[in-house]
């Protein structure tokens, strides 16, 4: 009998310029609409999409949030907040446009993350991650670590 792996987080593509900001600038809060289920205690895995293409660090999950208004998310966490206001207003404008007929808009996800950390070294992740993200399991997590000590 095979033990399914357990899922102990998420990655997501996110362009480098506004990952810096989580990774050194000490924004703590990360929005994005909600794909996935994550819960407090996971990881979240930070890969950058466009320039660089690799996982550059991580946080932990201290609460996760849904909204579906992006004016009492920065209303809440202003500047804790990894976007700009307006960045997060044109994300939402633009996320409008994705929609298919019919469908309703997915929730806003806000995640507080806390013990941000940049790794020593990128990683490249073996394939490509789509912007809806995906789970990390435990082996692949500790691959990512592994890989990213100098």
Do not use: C
Not at 6 to 24: C, H, N, Q
Request: net charge positive; hydrophobic share 35%; proline share 6%.
């Amino acid at each position: 009998m095979k033990t399914e792996e357990k899922i102990i987080g998420v990655t997501f593509p996110v362009p480098k310029w506004f990952l810096d900001r989580i990774l050194e600038g000490g924004k703590t809060v990360f929005v994005k609409p909600s794909t996935l289920r994550v819960q407090s205690g996971m990881k979240v895995v930070f890969y950058a999409s466009r320039e660089g293409q690799a996982w550059l660090g991580e946080g932990e999950v201290e609460s996760v949030e849904r909204f579906t208004n992006v004016e009492e998310i920065i209303r809440k966490y202003g500047d804790e907040l990894f976007l700009t206001p307006k960045e997060l207003k044109q994300y939402e404008k633009e996320r409008e446009r994705w929609h298919s007929r019919g469908k309703r808009p997915r929730s806003w996800m806000v995640l507080k993350l806390k013990n941000v950390r940049k790794y020593p070294k990128p990683v490249k992740p073996p394939r490509f991650i789509a912007v809806s993200g995906r789970y990390v399991k435990e082996k692949e997590y500790r691959e990512i670590l592994r890989n990213s000590m100098v």
